[in-house]
């Protein structure tokens, strides 16, 4: 298991520091001491094998502009790393990979980290992003939700680091805004980025600190977490470049605020929402009775202190029945909350 107090020393020494690489600008917030957040939800990508309760392989066989999509350029190093790979075949074929937590984790707001070594071949490009399931969806990107690139990166501006944003789909009504810049040694080596995402803002960091910060299209719907190797042009000519050329990734955790001003309060006598079993076993399965509702709605789950562990959408089978799986939850003590019903959920 890795260091999981990495980000916060990682902030420290940037406060600390002089550092002349900073992008800062406005009055919102400028640093995270992660002592006021909890973890609820991270991947260490410890052991050989991706674990597929996390994360799913995305948009296979697609083709995006000059590759395939295949998980054949996804592996394990064994050392703590998942390594996402740009490959051409004999044939000269091109492949990339994407992995993404779309159904089986979805959130709103927090602190999104991971930790990552960039890519050394021209031509791709390499990110770590949100992306809503609804975000084709023209309209107001506080309910359609806002594509959110925590970072890209590519060799042909290898000190160059971008964050962006995206909204209304990506048509004719597409729109989008961000911030690129310079910063020294990111084409070497592991560096951290993270996403702070309030109902109000977005704040990005790279290794500590701040870089930049907007209030524009800011999604206040739950949103997944996307790992991502492109062949798009944007990287520039890639027909001289060596391949396999490698995103590695050392780690995603994602954290919730413990701040108690924010946490939701609940009645002394909760509700009677259906929860079948309410007394499990870490990744056992759970079954919530959505009491005769088919319709698509959000599904919310707590500490019992109130603190948000993680929302999602869900659909009640033809049984009115809704399943959760437990993997990811750690021990304690949970409230759910479906349709204004509450209910109680223990993991041993």
Known sequence: MKNQNHLFYTLLIACLSASNQSVTSGNLQSTININDYNLVWQDEFDGNTLNTA?????????????????????????????????????????????????????TTYGYFECRA??????????????????????????????????????????????????????????????????????????????????????????????????????????????????????????TSSTFPDNLTVDYVRVYKPKDVSTAATFPQRLSTLQIQPNL????????????????????????IAGNPVKTFDVTPDINSQIKINTTEMTSGVYIIRYNNQLGKLVIR
Do not use: C
């Open 280 to 303: 499990v076993k870490k990744g056992e399965l759970v079954t919530i009775s959505a009491l005769g509702n088919t319709e698509k709605s959000s599904l919310s789950v707590y500490t």
């Open 54 to 106: 996390k994360w799913n392989y995305r948009a296979e066989n697609t083709i995006r502009n000059y590759a395939t999509v295949s998980r054949n350029t996804i592996a394990m190093d064994g050392q703590g790393h998942v390594v996402i790979s740009v490959t051409k075949d004999s044939n000269g074929t091109y492949y990339v990979g994407e992995l993404g937590t779309q159904g089986l984790f979805e």
């Open 117 to 238: 070594k960039m890519n050394s071949q021209l031509g791709p490009h390499v990110a770590f992003w949100l992306q809503s399931p609804t975000m084709s969806t023209v309209g107001d990107p506080a309910v359609n939700g806002t594509e959110i690139d925590v970072f890209e990166y590519h060799r042909k501006t290898p000190t160059t680091l971008y964050h962006n944003l995206h909204w209304n789909g990506y048509g004719v009504d597409h729109q989008t805004i961000g911030k690129q810049f310079t910063w020294s040694g990111i084409d070497s080596g592991y560096h951290t980025f993270g996403l702070l995402w309030t109902k109000d803002s977005y704040t990005f960091f790279v290794d500590g600190v701040q870089t930049w910060q907007t209030t524009t299209a800011v999604s206040r719907r739950s949103e997944y977490l996307i790992l991502s190797t492109e062949l798009t042009g944007w990287g520039g000519t890639f």
